[in-house]
């Protein structure tokens, strides 16, 4: 069976100090600090592109060893800030900086924040029902490229990173059950409008507040489990505010339940790899991933230890 | 299993004549009839978006019947034209245009002329592994928004249109093998350069000609077939010059390998659905699939009868 070897990211070096930010658009840096909860923002330069910010996470990937170029057979990118706008696909760009073979399967998946749950499931689908072995599940959504300067709840929410899973058949995790939803009808929260991305965060929130903690409860019900079998739940970050009140609302206790945005932000599909990153190594028996914004799209899935 | 349960297809009315556009071109029009042959170019026009495309192409397939709204749970678009730059993803914007249910899980594939071929199989692998029982796979890939009115190349070729696929679990077809590739080295055969396509024709057919037949034949030997035992190709309709020189090349007899884009052009990721819809009904027992183009991506498939 095929799953998660390993994990590892892109996080740029160049960041924006969020409170600084705050002072110039007026925001309270109170309010900055412990309801958004980002102090640094990674930012992309803008000529590093997506396939570079791959292939920086890659090498951190090939840095903690078991990758052989010659062996990836599928590569997969989530974003939806592709370069060249997406023609060709970003993941066929990513395969040629990468050098890889021909006989390698890649794909772009178009999904936000939920693209990570969602994008798991797809390439190892895909690689399972075709015999492959080996591959490389990137994401990286750069909003920088997309955020109105002038909007603060944008401006002072998203940063850029890039993150890369290996998927193999000697998987550290494998897949024990997943929910994926959409609703299309209350796409109108988060979306590109002129090019630019327009957030109602208070319709974000309540989505994230109403519907996140009853996929989960039925995610968990499915596979006849509780909050207490969980050993560790890794939520998209979102802001610090939404991730409490989910957390929360869905009976999970805090200290299972990492949020750590502080240096990173939102980093829309990287934010729950970034946390797995550091995690995989301790092995949590059981873990649950939640991802959930753009579409609106919500995919949550359970993970457990492959011994 | 699932498998491909039905076909449809949205072709716009509204045509470019393109003997007419190869004067304005002061190209030949023996040349634009025998070589790229293709007589109209179906045209969305400006107002009409992905969705809408889409939408009219489930109409079409609703009137097939066998398909209920509310059983559907999980639907694909795969396009590299999306609407609103693909944020939120049109997967998500066609869910709400149809009214589906929340439990259902929605995706964008970004993949060109071999989208269709990737796109069955990772849908129906997507599906299977999360139990899920009835899909839409749509294509929609409107060349028309990125042709530069200058290149006569890409304006006589390229067409607009639409397709869904039913994936079920009593289907018609289920996938028998398959092989994906990608020289992402090529990209540069096929690219959005300065938000216009820039075609390098040759390098495509060369491309086409060397590798296509060369994965067909891997192909039948993986699945210890040969062309003999196949009774239907339906390959990308890419140009008349090209498909006649990529069939001859892998020795396949021409009555098997149709040749139809004199009323549609080169439509991307629809031209296979296209093609499979008008036969679909004859149920022949062996078919192999073959997409090829942008990325360089190329795929080959073979689904047979379920009986």
Chains 1, 2 share one sequence.
Not at 42 to 66: H, N
Request: charged content about 25%; overall charge negative.
């Amino acid at each position: 069976m095929l799953g998660i070897e390993n994990v590892a990211s892109y996080i740029p070096e160049r960041k924006i100090d969020n409170l600084e930010q705050a002072d110039k658009f007026g925001a309270d840096r109170e309010f900055v600090e412990k309801k958004i909860g980002v102090l640094k923002l990674p930012r992309l330069s803008e000529d590093e592109s997506v396939a570079y910010a791959c292939v920086e996470a890659f090498k951190a990937l090939s840095e903690k060893g078991g990758v052989e170029l010659e062996e990836i057979d599928c590569l997969v990118v989530c974003t939806q800030n592709p370069d060249r706008d997406g023609l060709p696909h970003n993941s066929a760009i990513l395969h040629a900086e990468l050098g890889l073979k021909d006989e390698c399967a890649c794909f772009d998946i178009g999904l936000g924040c939920s693209g990570y749950v969602y994008g798991l499931s797809i390439i190892e689908s895909f690689m399972q029902a075709n015999g492959l072995k080996r591959g490389l599940f990137f994401t990286c959504d750069p909003y920088s490229r997309i955020l109105d300067p002038e909007d603060k709840n944008t401006c002072l929410l998203f940063g850029d990173a890039a993150t890369v899973t290996l998927i193999s058949d000697s998987p550290k995790y494998v897949k024990a059950g997943a929910k994926f939803s959409t609703r299309g009808a209350g796409r109108e929260a988060l979306e590109k409008v002129d090019g630019k991305l327009a957030m109602n965060g208070r319709a974000v929130f309540n989505f994230a507040l109403m519907d996140v903690p009853k996929q989960i409860k039925s995610l968990l019900e499915s596979q006849e489990l509780d909050v207490a079998s969980i050993d560790l739940f890794l939520l998209h970050q979102g802001s610090r505010f939404m991730l409490e009140n989910t957390i929360k609302r869905a009976g999970i206790p805090s200290d299972k339940a990492p949020i750590e945005l502080s240096e990173t932000g939102n980093t829309v599909s990287s934010s729950i790899p970034i946390l797995l990153e550091k995690r995989i190594r301790d092995l949590p028996g059981l873990v649950l991933m939640s991802g959930f914004g753009v579409g609106l799209s919500w995919a949550s899935a359970i993970y457990k230890q492959n011994s």
